[in-house]
């Protein structure tokens, strides 16, 4: 990898980051577990790692964005996640700072 | 599925033992469900190959686990700036101080083991290649010592075990009108003015060097090292007149540190440090002429005084005056350096005063 790609990547990496978060309290809106959770992003173009995904619902719970509960389903007890009610709070205000940020750089452009 | 049994099993190793059990249930739930689905699409089990591949995939558990953990880093940027100035500060100050203090032990060492002549250049090339050779260990030691503290500042303030009082120009409600003046900023004449990381650096290596002064005496092998257990064994120790030394040395630096510290509260450490360079270079006088207006010029004395005389009495006469002329260069040398800062604050001065009257 070049020194360029290198950069290229670190700087995707950057940006993707806080793109993630709100894709995933985005799709939160509704319950899942984290492998569907992940199939559902993935089929509307998010591709997220295993290892970045399921660190990221624990780091959201644990800020209070996310409510979880362990169930059974399919004989296999999964622990599925929702938006929290503080969660919903804070989407909605990440939603109209990611409006404005893409609004901003689409006239920029 | 065994190789997955044996994938989570590496990964809880790395896991803190009290986030275990859940985070494995969770990932195992996720990872099962996704090996069904890929079994379910090929209409048959897994080979060990794809297994392998899948879990390559994955990452290293080590990774996985790190990537649970709330803190990914040893020493966050907070800190960071800081610790980068207070770790070349310590390390620069110990080399020049372990340079000193072999040098003197070397001194010693030859006095005490009344070398021939025609064998001194090896034996001190000898010595000194010794020295080199322990310098590397010291200096990892520093670093090592200096890294753990800030390490541990993170650690303790990411968890909220400790509250740091709120650093001047660092909190949210930081005062625009504290910043330092224009005019303050710009007479450094040219030279960068100092950072603020620096500034707090300068603060906490102050307290770090403060702290390892009061320590010496009583732990003389935080200075001199191995040294130490050798010093111990000569037949000769330090005058009382070094007490009177060291404890001006204690007042030279709690004054400096105490200056930086008000310097950080006021803002105004871009400032020049005119002044206080001057007080400084001053006081630092006072203690180089407390030794050498030490009675008779005695600066080592036997431990022993009737058992040691005869052997040691002619190396002991030679330390006292070497140490006596040493200290007399030494005085000079910093006589002029402050002479040099004085008629440099003068010049600034007038030229300032010349310039604004144009």
Known sequence: ?109 | MELLDRYLLAVRKHLRWQRQDDIIAELRANLESQLEEKEAALGRPLTQGEAEDWLRELGPPIQVAARYSPQQYLIGPTFFPTYWYVLRMALGWSLAIYAVVSAAIIAAQMLHAGVAADHISQTVADLIAQAIARAPGILISVAAWVTGVFAGLEFATARGLVKLPPIPGMCRDWNPNELPRMEESQSTHGKKPRSYAMAVGEVVFGIFLLTWLLLVPYHPYLLMGPGAAYLESLPYRLAPVWWTFYWWIVALNLVQLGWRFIDLARGTWQGPRTVQNIVSGAMGLIPLVVLLTARDHVYVVLKDRFANQLPVGMSLHEINLWAFRGMLVILVISGLNLLAEIGKAGWGSYRNRVVSGR
Not at chain 1, 8 to 26: D, H, P, Q, S, Y
Not at chain 1, 46 to 61: A, F, H
Not at chain 1, 74 to 102: H, M, P, Q, V
């Open chain 1, 1 to 109: 990898m070049t020194v360029a790609d290198n950069l290229f990547e670190n700087l995707k990496l950057e940006l993707r980051r806080g793109c993630l978060t709100l894709a995933v309290l985005a799709q939160l809106r509704q319950e899942h577990y984290g492998y569907t959770l992940r199939k559902a992003l993935a089929s509307r173009g998010m591709e997220i790692d295993e290892s970045t995904l399921y660190p990221l619902l624990r780091r959201l719970e644990s800020q209070g964005l996310l409510a979880s509960e362990w169930r059974e389903e399919d004989k296999r007890n999964k622990r599925f996640y929702r938006l929290s009610t503080d969660g919903e709070a804070i989407f909605a205000r990440l939603l109209e700072e990611w409006i404005a940020i893409n609004s901003s750089i689409a006239k920029i452009l």
